[in-house]
């Protein structure tokens, strides 16, 4: 079964830290998004690619956030320097979005503590 | 802002009982999808909606997309315990590409 991938499940950071979260979308899917979820915020959509491209990374913050996408089987989300408020389950999403739908499919998420 | 509103924000039943969860928003969507999600799991896609109006089932689930593609809603009929979950919409939008903006969710618990 062809599914997405991310590491690490979880990490338990101190404030200050660099973090990188890794994902590996499924082959052939146009379009990789990084989602944040919180209890308070719900999913929050911070970056997505089209075709490796970035295309929207306004939800995220700028100043510490960075959202690359080196080549197709690889998506990162950096936090440099992390703080406690970015505690969060980080999700990855793959799809073959065209015209006006397409499946997402999750990653099983990234669970970050920054303490 | 939180684009797309869902209601009620939890929901605790008895089995067999029916349910209908909401997702209302100001803005226009191309289409609607609705996801569950159990703990520890990224979210699935149990539907997608695309035409304003349209209605689908998928076994005891009822979808529907408002007229205006601005709302929707997901009733459950005799729900069961493994109806249990998160469920959330999410909205496309178009913004020169698609981008798909998820809801607020709705916190299932279905009692044995």
Redesign the interface.
């Known amino acids: 079964d062809a599914r997405v991938t991310q590491t690490p499940r979880h990490k338990v950071t101190e404030m200050g830290q660099e973090v990188t979260m890794r994902c590996q979308p499924i082959l052939g899917h146009n379009t990789v998004f990084w989602y944040r979820q919180t209890m308070m915020q719900g999913l929050e959509l911070l970056a997505y690619f089209r075709n490796r491209a970035p295309l929207d990374d306004s939800g995220m913050p700028k100043d510490r956030f960075s959202a690359e996408m080196p080549d197709a089987t690889l998506a990162t989300l950096k936090i440099q320097p992390s703080e406690p408020r970015d505690s969060a389950v980080y999700f990855c999403a793959s799809g073959l979005v065209r015209m006006n739908t397409g499946e997402l499919f999750f990653g099983e998420g990234s669970r970050l503590t920054v303490l | 802002t ?1 684009l797309l509103e869902q209601s009620p924000q939890f929901l605790s039943i008895q089995e067999g009982e029916n349910l209908t969860v909401y997702c209302n928003s100001s803005s226009v969507f ?2 609607l ?1 609705w ?1 569950r999600q159990e703990p ?6 149990l539907v ?1 909606v ?1 035409t304003g109006g349209e209605v689908k089932k998928l076994k005891r689930l009822t979808f529907q997309f408002g007229d205006a593609r601005k709302d929707s809603s997901l009733h459950i009929t005799a729900a069961q315990p493994g109806d249990t979950g998160l469920y ?1 919409c ?1 909205g ?1 939008r ?12 709705t916190r299932l618990k279905v009692l044995a």
Do not use: D, M, R
């Not at chain 2, 520890?40 to 896609?45: A, D, K, Q, R, S």
């Not at chain 2, 178009?94 to 969710?105: A, D, L, M, R, V």
């Open positions: 939180q191309s289409s999808q996801y520890g799991e990224g979210p699935v896609l997608t695309v959330l999410a496309a178009i913004s020169g590409t698609y981008k798909y903006i998820f809801g607020t969710g």
